[in-house]
């Protein structure tokens, strides 16, 4: 089911949506007499991918995401509640995606999403007296877990191997709340993954009662919308804006339906 849920979402993101109506569209032209049909659906396929390239929408679809939650500025305010002076004070990052090549340092070998998660969770570390990492990832698609390599890139900035703990068994967000719910009970914790994420990873972890404070990491658009004219031009930034967006949009209503939020 992990798998076939992978490759579905795959023709609901802009490039195989797009796609998938343009050769649809080709098909009818060439190959049967609807050319009216045909017509409708390249010209849709042609301005989707458009629009899906723009600036304009890209942001306009990431913005309500990432704006949920404001970035934990000021993490030494937080205020933990009773908690046993002997725990320690979590700050969870979640994965973002890797590539484990033993060729190039572990900062290259996650990707720019996971690398601005690592980064967030090791200055809210060093902010934090007495707190601890709990890197999270399993090996979905390749055979290193990401935490491993997360891990690698939280030493490399300083963080102490002793202050460090792996979740390496999760391939989704939903099985990364059920695990860090056993490994570090109810307690509150620092949540952090990226801005636009973090809807979908605050709904989860709070399913499954647990008490995440939200420090949303890596956002891509912009606070203040620029009136610049590039921003109707299509690119792939945008493009790619737009996939995160959607993949977040299609993830919240898939846990719905699960009954997951």
């Given at each position: 089911m992990f798998v076939v849920k992978k490759i579905v979402a795959l023709f609901f993101y802009p490039v195989g949506l797009c796609l998938g109506i343009l050769i649809l569209g080709l098909f009818c032209l060439w190959a049967t007499?609807?050319?009216?049909?045909?017509?409708?659906?390249?010209?849709?396929?042609?301005?989707?991918?458009?629009?899906?390239?723009?600036?304009?929408?890209?942001?306009?679809?990431?913005?309500?995401?990432?704006?949920?939650?404001?970035?934990?500025?000021?993490?030494?305010?937080?205020?933990?509640?009773?908690?046993?002076?002997?725990?320690?004070?979590?700050?969870?990052?979640?994965?973002?995606?890797?590539?484990?090549?033993?060729?190039?340092?572990?900062?290259?070998?996650?990707?720019?999403?996971?690398?601005?998660?690592?980064?967030?969770?090791?200055?809210?570390?060093k902010a934090v007296p007495g707190s601890k990492l709990l890197l999270s990832g399993g090996a979905v698609f390749d055979p290193v877990p990401e935490a491993e390599v997360m891990a690698q890139v939280a030493v490399l900035l300083g963080v102490k191997s002793q202050d460090i703990m792996l979740e390496s068994d999760s391939r989704d967000t939903a099985e990364e709340a059920a695990i860090i719910a056993k490994m570090i009970g109810r307690g509150k914790f620092i949540l952090?993954?990226?801005?636009?994420?973090?809807?979908?990873?605050?709904?989860?972890?709070?399913?499954?009662?647990?008490?995440?404070?939200p420090a949303p990491a890596d956002f891509r658009a912009p606070n203040t919308q620029s009136s610049a004219p590039v921003r109707l031009f299509p690119g792939v930034g945008s493009l790619g804006q737009t996939q995160t967006a959607l993949h977040e949009y299609l993830g919240l209503a898939w846990a719905w339906l699960r009954g997951e939020i």
């Open positions: 007499r609807r050319q009216r049909l045909g017509k409708v659906l390249v010209t849709l396929g042609t301005v989707f991918l458009l629009l899906f390239s723009t600036s304009l929408i890209s942001s306009g679809l990431l913005v309500p995401l990432e704006q949920r939650y404001p970035a934990l500025l000021h993490p030494e305010t937080v205020s933990w509640g009773p908690k046993d002076s002997t725990s320690p004070k979590w700050i969870v990052v979640l994965g973002g995606g890797h590539v484990s090549d033993p060729s190039l340092p572990a900062n290259s070998q996650i990707s720019a999403a996971a690398l601005g998660r690592v980064v967030e969770g090791v200055r809210l570390h952090v993954t990226s801005a636009a994420h973090m809807p979908r990873s605050m709904a989860l972890f709070r399913r499954r009662g647990l008490q995440p404070i």
